[in-house]
């Protein structure tokens, strides 16, 4: 069965610094690969996903992720993160033979900025 | 806007009663998605309503969960006999379409507590 990892429950940065938000999916099958956002008291938020082409993949807030086949891997990054970025990360996958596109969510990353 | 919208935004109850979550996704979207979100297991997919095929429900975790979409629009979640570890925020979520590509958008949940 599917599974999503996200290495890291918690990561503390401070403003301006960079951030890179790991996660590992399971399956050698293709599939499609998603980050959501979650801001306090607000639902889920996509903030980029991977379908295929290009395996780096540039989102919204100035987000971007890579996709690395070999490595079953979907890190996200940002160059300098603000205090607004605070939020709960969630990498999630679907499986392209899946009928439906249910989604496979880790156990989500909290990243906390600090001024 | 027209989002995905839930009702309602909490719920207490006692353990035993049946409750009942609605959502009403966004106008034209034909797939329809439940969450939960709990602290112990993360994100997990409960069932899914693609137009009038018959429903995914491989995620429920009990007989005591059922849902229906009426209309192919609004869905209703129905919990009977709650329990303490059905205690979570479950978040509705609906697509353009069933395909796997397609961006989720998520409504704002319901906090469901069970005494």
């Known amino acids: 069965a599917q599974s999503v990892t996200q290495l890291d429950s918690q990561v503390p940065v401070f403003e301006e610094a960079p951030v890179e938000l790991r996660c590992n999916y399971s399956?050698?099958?293709?599939?499609?690969l998603f980050w959501y956002v979650q801001y306090p008291n607000q639902g889920l938020q996509l903030l980029l996903k991977?379908?295929?082409?290009?395996?780096l993949v540039k989102g919204i807030n100035g987000f971007e992720a890579e996709f690395n086949k070999s490595q079953t891997s979907f890190h996200l990054r940002k160059p300098s993160v603000h205090i607004s970025d605070t939020a709960e990360y969630f990498c999630?996958?679907?499986?392209?033979?899946?009928?439906?596109?249910?989604?496979?969510f880790g156990q989500g990353t909290e990243l906390s900025v600090k001024p | 806007g027209a989002g995905v919208s839930q009702s309602p935004s909490n719920k207490v109850t006692e353990k035993g009663k049946d409750v009942e979550l609605r959502c009403d996704p966004i106008?034209?979207?034909?797939?329809l998605y439940w969450y939960r979100q709990s602290l112990g297991q993360g994100l997990e997919f409960l069932i899914y309503?693609?137009?009038?095929?018959?429903?995914?429900k491989s995620g429920l975790p009990s007989d005591r969960f059922s849902a229906e979409r009426t209309g192919g629009s609004v869905s209703t979640l129905t919990i009977q006999r709650t329990q303490q570890e059905d205690s979570a925020v479950y978040l509705c979520?609906?697509?353009?379409?069933?395909?796997?590509?397609?961006?989720?958008?998520f409504g704002p949940g319901t906090r469901l507590t069970v005494l």
């Open positions: 309503f693609q137009g009038n095929s018959a429903p995914d």
């Open positions: 999630a996958v679907s499986d392209l033979y899946n009928q439906g596109g249910k989604l496979i």
């Open positions: 979520a609906s697509s353009f379409s069933g395909a796997t590509y397609n961006e989720q958008f």
């Open positions: 399956s050698s099958v293709s599939v499609y």
């Open positions: 991977y379908l295929s082409g290009s395996t």
């Open positions: 106008s034209g979207h034909t797939a």
